[in-house]
């Protein structure tokens, strides 16, 4: 994904979404001009990582912590993120559990490098019952780099209601061009 090479089936405001290294917080506040609010749904030990977890995870130092949060603007619930972190990383960075981790990592306009490891169609009931939308749900996950290591692996999924703003996408398997 880091080359921005495709899925050039994607219409450019989501592949900006989906593929850009802009804080999807600030691109959700200014889509619907409302401040984003977070609502922690968990932050706990994560003794071993789920099979369904980014590969990525693997590559973070023990113990682990995960976060999950919903995403709001105003009335409308437009992703849940879940994220991984080493149990001291989180300890350092994570001290207002309910503000966007770009926030809080940004503080003290330290350096910070996102790389997009991949895309993916997610479908889950639960995700359909809260965004009130049928699936499957276009998903992301990243990993933030300071000072050339991995600080974080995080995964988002979005609410097909940002079609609103961002015009329609397929939700549907796409081929990746290289």
Request: hydrophobic share 35%; aromatic share 10%; proline share 8%.
């Amino acid at each position: 994904m880091l080359s921005g090479e495709g899925p050039w089936q994607l219409p450019g405001p989501w592949r900006l979404l989906l593929l850009g290294d802009g804080s999807p917080t600030r691109h959700l506040r200014l889509l619907t001009g409302h401040e984003v609010k977070v609502t922690l749904i968990a932050m706990q030990p994560e003794p071993t990582a789920d099979k369904s977890a980014p590969q990525e995870v693997s590559e973070l130092k023990p113990p682990l912590l995960r976060r999950q949060v919903w995403l709001t603007c105003g009335p409308h619930t437009l992703a849940w993120a879940e994220s991984w972190w080493n149990h001291d990383e989180a300890e350092k960075h994570l001290h207002n559990r309910n503000q966007p981790i770009w926030d809080s990592l940004t503080k003290g306009r330290s350096e910070l490098f996102r790389e997009v490891d991949g895309l993916a169609l997610v479908t889950a009931d639960w995700l359909e019952s809260k965004f009130c939308r049928t699936g499957p749900f276009w998903s992301r996950h990243y990993r933030f780099f300071r000072q050339e290591r991995e600080l974080t692996v995080i995964r988002e999924v979005f609410n097909p209601e940002l079609e609103t703003w961002l015009g329609p996408a397929p939700r549907k398997e796409l081929q990746i061009c290289s």
